[in-house]
């Protein structure tokens, strides 16, 4: 049986890929998560639930092919949650971080990030650590680590994406092409170069591009399972491998991008952010 017939027999139109309409949901609620600056431990928890609940509805849907190939979690995040993140530009930055510029603002960036992975870690853990005895929903992973995957995937898509924004070495282009770019270089754990702008947005809007996200996000969803114990083991590795592994991605974006920031960088323009959700739009645009 082709993929094409697959999808028709489970009511997806030919050329939609696998994501069905109520993945809306997926992307609004990622959205919540990546943009809460204080939300508490409870809240959180409860909206990673519900997270946890549309992801396992969404997998049933997808089939078991879909889900053991990763290409049901590289639809799901490049068309439902990607174009949703909310990157600010250099500007807004600024003035949300109280004048802060430059290295301090990065430096504030990277902590937050890490701390809001942090905190989606531990409440995702401790949760994987409820669940642990129960059946998996994901084939063989539990829904609460692939929630836990792709809230950590999109807050650290959105930290490159301002971190660009700080060196001013922002993805150029429309909504697409920016998001294709910071996805990109979430993927290769690099900074985009400004001098090769036109030839990296052109590589990331075909299968490559696609590739190199399946292969991050299934790597990252690796780790996550390995912070599945029994009592609040989980929380404490969850947390902890969140943190170390933030950093380390913010570090070597970093050192990428003050090897090709622009001279003057800090005052350039800004570039409005990535775009409102842009429905059934993949990394390579369909095709």
Request: charged share 25%.
């Given at each position: 049986?082709?993929?094409?017939?697959?999808?028709?027999?489970?009511?997806?139109?030919?050329?939609?890929?696998?994501?069905?309409?109520?993945?809306?949901?997926?992307?609004?609620?990622?959205?919540?998560?990546?943009?809460?600056?204080?939300?508490?431990?409870?809240?959180?928890?409860?909206?990673?639930?519900?997270?946890?609940?549309?992801?396992?509805?969404?997998?049933?849907?997808?089939?078991?092919?879909?889900?053991?190939?990763?290409?049901?979690?590289?639809?799901?995040?490049?068309?439902?949650?990607?174009?949703?993140?909310?990157?600010?530009?250099?500007?807004?930055?600024?003035?949300?971080?109280?004048?802060?510029?430059?290295?301090?603002?990065?430096?504030?960036?990277?902590?937050?990030?890490?701390?809001?992975?942090?905190?989606?870690?531990?409440?995702?853990?401790?949760?994987?650590?409820?669940?642990?005895?129960?059946?998996?929903?994901?084939?063989?992973?539990?829904?609460?680590?692939?929630?836990?995957?792709?809230?950590?995937?999109?807050?650290?898509?959105?930290?490159?994406?301002?971190?660009?924004?700080?060196?001013?070495?922002?993805?150029?282009?429309?909504?697409?092409?920016?998001?294709?770019?910071?996805?990109?270089?979430?993927?290769?754990?690099?900074?985009?170069?400004?001098?090769?702008?036109?030839?990296?947005?052109?590589?990331?809007?075909?299968?490559?591009?696609?590739?190199?996200?399946?292969?991050?996000?299934?790597?990252?969803?690796?780790?996550?399972?390995?912070?599945?114990?029994?009592?609040?083991?989980?929380?404490?590795?969850?947390?902890?491998?969140?943190?170390?592994?933030?950093?380390?991605?913010?570090?070597?974006?970093?050192?990428?991008?003050?090897?090709?920031?622009?001279?003057?960088?800090g005052g350039m323009a800004t570039v409005t952010p990535l775009s409102q959700p842009a429905h059934r739009r993949s990394l390579d645009g369909g095709h």
């Open positions: 049986m082709t993929e094409e017939t697959e999808d028709r027999d489970r009511n997806i139109e030919p050329g939609t890929g696998l994501v069905p309409v109520g993945d809306a949901e997926v992307g609004e609620l990622v959205t919540r998560l990546v943009a809460d600056d204080g939300t508490d431990k409870e809240g959180r928890a409860r909206l990673l639930g519900r997270l946890s609940a549309a992801l396992a509805r969404s997998a049933r849907t997808a089939g078991a092919r879909s889900l053991a190939g990763g290409r049901w979690l590289t639809d799901l995040f490049t068309e439902e949650i990607a174009p949703r993140i909310p990157v600010r530009d250099r500007e807004t930055l600024v003035r949300h971080h109280k004048g802060l510029e430059g290295e301090e603002l990065a430096d504030a960036l990277e902590r937050t990030a890490t701390n809001a992975t942090t905190a989606v870690g531990a409440a995702g853990g401790a949760l994987a650590a409820v669940q642990f005895t129960a059946p998996p929903l994901l084939l063989t992973v539990p829904a609460q680590i692939v929630a836990e995957t792709v809230v950590v995937a999109a807050i650290e898509v959105k930290l490159i994406g301002e971190l660009h924004e700080v060196y001013g070495a922002p993805a150029r282009g429309g909504s697409l092409q920016r998001t294709s770019g910071y996805l990109l270089s979430w993927a290769r754990r690099r900074g985009i170069n400004p001098a090769q702008m036109t030839e990296s947005l052109t590589v990331a809007l075909g299968s490559a591009a696609k590739t190199a996200l399946r292969n991050r996000l299934m790597k990252l969803l690796g780790r996550h399972v390995t912070t599945l114990g029994p009592y609040l083991t989980g929380a404490v590795a969850g947390g902890t491998l969140n943190r170390v592994g933030t950093r380390g991605m913010a570090k070597a974006v970093r050192a990428d991008l003050r090897s090709v920031a622009l001279p003057g960088a």
